[in-house]
């Protein structure tokens, strides 16, 4: 019986690599327009026979989607190409073309060849201690209050103190990462930048703990659409570049990321006052949206 395991999870993660090796074919030959047996050997460190072997492969379950090219010895895609393995989205090719141009992927572990000539607004890079972020992580993983030695910006504690958290989560706003954890000092649930987090202490008995947490585990419905300043051909441009149906749009945010959402959006404040040509969108529910941010902790 153990043998028998051992062949099915050896033949489940050849399969699982053979499959993933035709999925990086037919992205090659979706996005760059041709492949080489070289370039699944290089990405994959097999063998040439075996990439041979994958590609023929590829043209039995792909028929007719590729052709090969004597003269440039690439295959490369026909006019009439039909996707096979792949659900192709944009944002995923330029999710890898951000990463590498942010470093935080190096060139060659990106599925895309040739890359385009590319730049992203870039923000100042925060330090995080990855020794900080080790112990974090561990108290989330292990539902543990950890104590860290946090620098606030609040007036009342101008320097750094020890206070005991109980974290659960973690956030993104768009600039930095915090994590979101019950405060045994407040008695309360706040976010944490991992920045500020000079030191971490002694693991513990935990607080409150991610469940009781309302304001991550409820959601807002922000309702948005195009900025009424502008003529309706841009409206319905903006409407497009946002993904907005029939004119306005739904985004359904956790009120503990909802200040963090809004900002980013330029949507704090009223945004119909604001110039319709640099704040394109406007929240249509704004009252609403005012109460859920006071009743979050936050105030416009």
Known sequence: MGTYIIYIRKKLFVRWGIEQRLEFIEFRLFWEGSINRADIVEFFSVS???????????????PGNMEYDTRGKRYVAVEKFVLRFLDPDPYVY????????????????????????????????RDIDIEVFRKILNAVRKDMSVEVFYQSMNKMRPDPIWRRITPHAFGYDGFRWHVRAY????????????????????????????????????????IIGPHPALTESQKKVV???YGLDQ????????????????????LLGDAAKQN???????????????????KAGFQL
Request: glycine share 6%; aromatic share 12%; with cysteine.
């Open 94 to 125: 330029l999710r890898q073309l951000r990463s590498v141009a942010e470093d935080a992927t190096p060139f060659h572990d990106s599925w895309i060849a040739a890359f385009p000539d590319a730049d992203v607004a870039l923000t100042p890079k």
């Open 48 to 62: 040439v026979p075996q990439a041979s072997k994958d590609l023929t492969l590829y043209q039995e379950r792909a």
């Open 239 to 241: 409407a497009k570049d």
């Open 183 to 222: 405060c045994h000092l407040e008695h309360k649930f706040k976010d944490f930048l991992l920045p500020r987090i000079l030191k971490v202490g002694a693991t513990g008995t935990p607080g409150a703990t991610g469940e009781q947490d309302w304001f991550w585990n409820n959601y807002f419905d922000v």
């Open 247 to 266: 004119g306005n749009g739904v985004m359904s945010v956790r009120y503990a990321m909802l200040f963090y959402v809004l900002k980013r959006l330029g």
């Open 276 to 294: 319709a040509y640099t704040q394109h969108i406007v929240t249509l529910n704004r009252k609403e949206t005012e109460a859920a941010l006071d």
